[in-house]
């Protein structure tokens, strides 16, 4: 039988690399990373130096924070309402049902009201923001601002950044007064308790450290949902296509995020308190 053996040619010539399928995905994550690094730097560089476009800022405030009023107006009355509902019969088995506005109220301004703000700003702003920004970035508006001598990044992205990063912490205290409304409605009805009674007792264990943890999730959810969101629409590709997938992964990501912010934020909190 004869054997066939490789000329010098084919035995010196490099053999090809076998690709991993895990590769891809793995360069296109550590691709995202450092993009993602190199958009958050650039934004801090450029929201330290003028023009500061106050007048854009105070735009999106109002974009951001009066036009979510309706929406976190009614989410937070009737969380209020619901948790009372749900809470009543697990503290009236212990014949604790006093304590109802103080729990009400510990975990309305500890954790309902910060995370039930940022997830409600996730879905309607930052769907708004990337899908904006990203129409803007396939229509080719983007480009048309640097011809113009407009600095693109900072009068769109900054801007944005900012007025959600302020006004998130705004709506979870509205939200926070909503929700206690709510429940001070069901205990009223079902307790007859006055509302000096149901303030007193419902502020009675909380700290400043709880309004000060509370205010600081909201600015760090706040920053979140609008750099996400600017970061998706600003890099938004292929056409009107390109368009959803930036509004669906704005709201996807900064949903993931904060999940992951306000379990390390709680971990942090829970050790100040313990220290």
């Given at each position: 039988?004869?054997?066939?053996?490789?000329?010098?040619?084919?035995a010196s010539a490099?053999k090809p690399r076998?690709?991993?399928?895990?590769?891809?995905?793995?360069?296109?994550?550590?691709?995202?990373?450092?993009?993602?690094?190199?958009?958050?730097?650039?934004?801090?560089?450029?929201?330290?130096?003028?023009?500061?476009?106050?007048?854009?800022?105070?735009?999106?405030?109002?974009?951001?924070?009066?036009?979510?009023?309706?929406?976190?107006?009614?989410?937070?009355?009737?969380?209020?309402?619901?948790?009372?509902?749900?809470?009543?019969?697990?503290?009236?088995?212990?014949?604790?049902?006093?304590?109802?506005?103080?729990?009400?109220?510990?975990?309305?301004?500890?954790?309902?009201?910060?995370?039930?703000?940022?997830?409600?700003?996730?879905?309607?702003?930052?769907?708004?923001?990337?899908?904006?920004?990203?129409?803007?970035?396939?229509?080719?508006?983007?480009?048309?601002?640097?011809?113009?001598?407009?600095?693109?990044?900072?009068?769109?992205?900054?801007?944005?950044?900012?007025?959600?990063?302020?006004?998130?912490?705004?709506?979870?205290?509205?939200?926070?007064?909503?929700?206690?409304?709510?429940?001070?409605?069901?205990?009223?009805?079902?307790?007859?308790?006055?509302?000096?009674?149901?303030?007193?007792?419902?502020?009675?264990?909380?700290?400043?450290?709880?309004?000060?943890?509370?205010?600081?999730?909201?600015?760090?959810?706040?920053?979140?949902?609008?750099?996400?969101?600017?970061?998706?629409?600003?890099?938004?590709?292929?056409?009107?296509?390109?368009?959803?997938?930036?509004?669906?992964?704005?709201?996807?990501?900064?949903?993931?995020?904060?999940?992951?912010?306000?379990?390390?934020?709680?971990?942090?909190?829970?050790?100040?308190?313990?220290?």
């Open positions: 039988m004869e054997t066939i053996t490789p000329t010098a040619a084919e490099p076998r690709t991993s399928v895990i590769t891809p995905g793995v360069d296109a994550f550590a691709i995202g990373m450092s993009d993602g690094a190199s958009f958050l730097k650039r934004f801090f560089v450029e929201s330290l130096w003028r023009p500061f476009h106050v007048r854009e800022i105070i735009k999106q405030c109002y974009e951001v924070g009066y036009r979510s009023l309706p929406l976190i107006t009614l989410t937070g009355f009737v969380t209020g309402i619901v948790f009372t509902k749900q809470s009543r019969p697990s503290l009236a088995a212990f014949g604790a049902t006093s304590w109802l506005p103080s729990l009400i109220t510990i975990a309305l301004i500890r954790s309902l009201a910060p995370l039930v703000t940022a997830l409600i700003c996730a879905g309607k702003v930052g769907s708004n923001i990337g899908a904006e920004l990203g129409s803007m970035k396939v229509t080719e508006q983007i480009e048309a601002m640097e011809v113009s001598a407009i600095n693109p990044f900072k009068y769109l992205v900054v801007t944005r950044t900012i007025a959600t990063t302020l006004m998130v912490p705004t709506l979870m205290l509205y939200c926070s007064f909503v929700g206690m409304a709510g429940s001070y409605l069901n205990v009223h009805g079902k307790e007859g308790t006055s509302l000096a009674k149901f303030l007193k007792a419902g502020f009675a264990n909380i700290s400043f450290l709880d309004v000060e943890s509370s205010v600081t999730k909201s600015f760090v959810f706040g920053f979140t949902i609008g750099i996400i969101s600017c970061y998706k629409g600003y890099n938004a590709t292929s056409g009107t296509q390109g368009v959803g997938k930036a509004a669906n992964a704005s709201v996807v990501m900064s949903m993931f995020v904060i999940f992951i912010e306000e379990m390390l934020i709680v971990q942090i909190i829970n050790w100040i308190r313990n220290w």
